[in-house]
């Protein structure tokens, strides 16, 4: 994973090139991820929700927000969906 976020750090260069972006997406990952394995009992459409939720309120950094964002929108479209 530190490769990985290495390479995001490396690509980054928009508004500054800060060196965090891939750390800060991990972290924000890592607590939805976290969320997720908790609810395992849970439907699946609210454990995506906790999982976003999770990654918003655990999110590191802009990238980690927009991220979190996109999560949690994503969640939302299961919502409407039967499984």
């Not at 991990?26 to 908790?38: D, F, I, K, P, S």
């Not at 976003?52 to 409407?80: C, K, M, T, V």
């Amino acid at each position: 994973m530190v490769r990985e976020c290495d390479n995001l750090d490396r690509i980054n260069v928009f508004p500054v090139a800060d060196a965090d972006t891939g750390a800060n997406l991990a972290a924000t990952l890592r607590a939805g991820v976290g969320e997720a394995r908790r609810g395992r009992a849970e439907p699946h459409r609210r454990r995506c929700r906790l999982a976003a939720d999770a990654a918003l309120d655990g999110a590191r950094g802009n990238s980690g927000a927009i991220f979190a964002q996109f999560l949690r929108g994503l969640a939302d479209s299961f919502h409407d969906r039967p499984m």
